[in-house]
């Protein structure tokens, strides 16, 4: 017995993106679960479960579970990680409602990476890695340094070029002109792109995500109480989570392919659909490289073929594969993975306004694909039938 849609997703929730919340982790954590329950009609003590993710940046899960006003949670996590765990963290809540651990459980992710504490930024003890061992010495640390050596390793092989990591961030912009949520809508064109200030060659500003101060919660439950709920019912149909590269110690030099590579081929089985069947991806996006990347290696298009794919237009809101259709990372916000799941479902509900993705029925959403971290995790959803 697998996964394959045995729990589904009845409930989302965010607080708004900003560069200064203004209030604590605490208080956008349990706006955004409180929003997610009012999503599916639910009171608080409706939870028995609960989960989240975060590098030090964060509110423990317990002291939120008793802001909200749970006693005894029958489970919870409190994964150590960033973006690459997004995902995964989900996948987990949903084993454990599937295996009858828990029967509604909320994950979230709530951060004030703006205004207050930002991973992987410098001025800090080391976090407790072994790689950072090698890098700090050089002064080769942050997240940027780290995804510019993998995108100029792939423009070297590959051809890929600076024009075509800028059309990554062209195309999202536009979606993120039609999105209410998203920090920068403000339509962008390549110039601009190739005109902003470089961050990490082979990285410009318009290159890299924003650091955002906000809270997302994905709410959890079984396919029979979820439709009985107040919204339409996603299904999970697949979950996945693997290795990666931790750039040095893993002995997988080559940093032009992902572990992506690995994961896609047990998630859409698991899943029971193909490539073809993919309405709309939600490619996680810290970086412009990390979409073109992904679209090779979750298997859109051939090794080396990410640049032409976007240059295409393929990615477009009215391409063949729809990607980031709220603008991502690099225009929404970058609440660590968690907004791609929220864009996700509301692709699937049919709710998604103006940026809506006609006849959008199964989508993909992603977490980091294995750089730095070591791992990576994947969904795809469904709209329940």
């Given at each position: ?236 149909s697949g979950a996945a989570w693997g290795g990666g590269q931790t750039l040095y110690s893993n002995q997988q030099p080559d ?131």
């Open positions: 017995m697998t996964l394959r849609d045995r729990v589904a997703i009845a409930g989302i929730g965010c607080t708004p993106y900003s560069k200064d919340s203004g209030v604590s982790t605490l208080t956008l954590a349990t706006r955004a679960i409180m929003a997610a329950l009012d999503d599916a009609g639910l009171p608080p003590d409706a939870l028995d479960g609960i989960a989240t993710y975060r590098v030090g940046d964060s509110v423990l899960p317990a002291v939120v579970a008793q802001s909200l006003g749970l006693r005894d949670p029958r489970y919870f996590v409190d994964q150590f990680g960033g973006g690459s765990v997004s995902h995964a963290v989900v996948g987990q809540a949903a084993l454990a409602i599937a295996a009858g651990v828990a029967e509604t459980v909320v994950c979230y992710r709530a951060l004030n990476a703006r205004s207050e504490f930002r991973m992987g930024g410098t001025g800090r003890p080391l976090v407790d890695a072994v790689e950072t061992q090698y890098q700090a010495p050089y002064g080769y640390f942050v997240p940027p340094q780290q995804f510019a050596m993998a995108a100029r390793a792939h423009m070297e092989r590959y051809g890929t070029t600076e024009e075509q990591l800028g059309h990554v961030a062209v195309q999202q912009r536009a979606n993120a002109a039609k999105n209410e949520r998203a920090m920068m809508r403000a339509p962008i064109e390549l110039a601009d792109h190739l005109a902003s200030r470089p961050v990490v060659e082979p990285f410009r500003l318009l290159d890299c995500c924003l650091e955002t101060d906000g809270a997302v919660a994905i709410l959890l439950t079984t396919p029979e109480r979820a439709r009985d709920l107040k919204k339409h019912p996603v299904s999970i940093t032009t392919t992902t572990s992506a590579a690995d994961l896609a081929p047990r998630l859409f089985e698991m899943a029971g659909v193909g490539q073809q069947d993919i309405d709309v991806a939600q490619l996680y996006d810290c970086f412009t490289y990390s979409v073109i990347v992904q679209l090779e290696d979750y298997g859109f298009c051939p090794k080396g073929e990410g640049g032409p794919f976007v240059e295409s237009g393929a990615t477009r809101s009215d391409g063949a594969l729809p990607v980031n259709t709220h603008g991502g990372f690099l225009s929404e916000g970058y609440v660590h993975g968690l907004n791609h799941v929220y864009e996700c479902v509301s692709q699937l509900r049919g709710e998604a306004g103006a940026r809506q993705v006609e006849g959008a029925e199964i989508g993909l959403s992603t977490a980091q694909p294995g750089y730095v971290a070591g791992n990576a995790s994947a969904l795809i959803l469904r709209r329940d039938a």
